[in-house]
């Protein structure tokens, strides 16, 4: 079965630092990745869409990697701020292109240090 | 714009109790789905549909209905509440359901059965 997973549960990092997260995945390498942002109470928020063919893909102090060769997204947050503080989760789209189904990571706690 | 709206917040039941948990959006999107959200489990589907009419299963269905009449709303149906379907109930939607869109969640509904 596919398999996606963040493998920090919780990071704690001091603010102005950069915070990087991981995603790891199992199998064949989806065309699509995307990363969230979710907010104690409060629903999934997107942050940023990578596709296969894509290596790299920014959005103001967000940069997101994926490497199909590793098998692996990295998600960085540069000069990191108190207000970063979140779950952040990573998903992929399913075993055939344009299958419909979203699987979700179980998420990575980020504390940001002031 | 509201996007994405789940009623009720919050729901006790008990069990053999059914209830429906309300989705509906203003966004004019063709894909929904639904997620429940437990403690180190992540986001998992329950069903979700490519359009008015058309549903399917998705990672975990068993308890749980859906049906699709119009393209705003989405419904889910506990048949028989269980203790084991206390959960945080996720509804998104997006443009596309490829992996391609991003989703946008509401802020769910926190059912607990008794």
């Known amino acids: 079965s596919q398999k996606i997973e963040q493998n920090s549960e919780a990071l704690n990092i001091q603010e102005g630092k950069t915070a990087t997260l991981t995603c790891n995945y199992t199998n064949y390498s989806p065309a699509y990745l995307q990363w969230y942002r979710q907010d104690p109470g409060r629903g999934p928020v997107f942050l940023l869409l990578?596709?296969?063919?894509?290596k790299e893909k920014r959005k103001e102090r967000l940069k997101v990697t994926f490497d199909t060769t590793l098998k692996q997204s990295l998600f960085h947050i540069t000069a990191s701020q108190p207000a970063d503080s979140a779950t952040y989760l990573c998903a992929k789209n399913g075993a055939n292109f344009g299958n419909e189904k979203l699987t979700f990571g179980t998420g990575t706690r980020l504390t940001i240090i002031p | 714009n509201a996007g994405v709206t789940q009623t009720p917040k919050f729901q006790v039941l008990k069990t053999g109790q059914s209830m429906t948990l309300q989705c509906a959006q203003d966004m004019n999107h063709e894909y929904m789905s639904w997620y429940r959200q437990d403690p180190g489990m992540g986001l998992r589907l329950i069903h979700y549909s490519v359009g008015a009419g058309i549903t399917d299963q998705g990672e975990v269905p068993n308890g749980y209905n859906v049906s699709r009449s119009t393209t705003e709303d989405f419904p889910l149906r506990l048949l028989s509440a269980a203790p084991s379907q206390t959960s945080v109930y996720f509804c998104a939607s997006s443009y596309q359901g490829f992996g391609n869109s991003p989703l946008h969640f509401g802020n769910g509904t926190r059912l607990t059965v008794t």
């Open positions: 990578i596709r296969e063919n894509e």
